[in-house]
């Protein structure tokens, strides 16, 4: 099967990841998941050469972030009609998805992730992705048996205008990692205005 490039994706598929479902049905915004400090979103340009060696491909099965307490598994995900990053199961609550005609995590590249951050029962894998913090370690298990372990470079909020897809979708020199999922502002019409973007790269395997 031909390998499509990162580059091929046009946008988040902001309607399907970010409708807001449970702030929708609980009828107020006092339950909306946490956001990045601005302190967060710059990334420290002494990171930009340090990194693990590449991992030879393979699919990931199970990611876990032990600082938010993500630990879920993962399932691959194609592109939309119109060109965009298609979504999990919403009923699906811990569950995350990657890009699979893309970067495997590990692999030298762009690896892309995404998740929702609710459902109509409530909050969903990646609900306190907004939380992490610079250094946090997420951690990739993959069919051959190796665990890819990423460290955090950035944590960063966009609106939907004003998604940067190259910085976020564009080709790296090194084993990179990006988890999407809903954030910004929110309103009951739209849903989630925009996406919180986790920026990370390869430090180690096991």
Not at 92 to 120: K, Q, S
């Amino acid at each position: 099967m031909r390998r499509i490039g990162n580059t091929a994706i046009v946008s988040v598929t902001v309607v399907a990841l970010c409708s807001g479902a449970w702030l929708l049905h609980s009828a107020g915004t006092s339950h909306a998941p946490p956001q990045p400090a601005a302190a967060e979103g710059t990334p420290d340009p002494r990171e930009e050469q340090l990194g693990a060696p590449a991992l030879p491909p393979s699919p990931p099965t199970r990611i876990r972030i032990p600082s938010i307490r993500v630990d879920a598994p993962m399932t691959g995900l194609g592109l939309t009609a119109s060109g965009s990053l298609d979504v999990p199961p919403a009923d699906e609550d811990n569950l995350a998805g990657w890009y699979e005609a893309g970067t495997a995590p590990g692999e030298r590249g762009t690896a892309i992730v995404a998740g929702h951050v609710d459902n109509t029962r409530g909050p969903a894998v990646f609900y306190d992705l907004g939380a992490l913090k610079k250094g946090s370690v997420i951690e990739v298990e993959r069919r051959d048996g190796e665990v890819a372990v990423f460290t955090v470079d950035a944590v960063e909020v966009y609106e939907a205008k004003d998604f940067p897809d190259e910085r976020v979708y564009g080709a790296a020199k090194r084993p990179e990692l990006r988890v999407i999922t809903c954030g910004g502002g929110y309103s009951k019409a739209t849903g989630y205005q925009g996406n919180v973007v986790v920026f990370a790269h390869l430090t180690g395997s096991r």
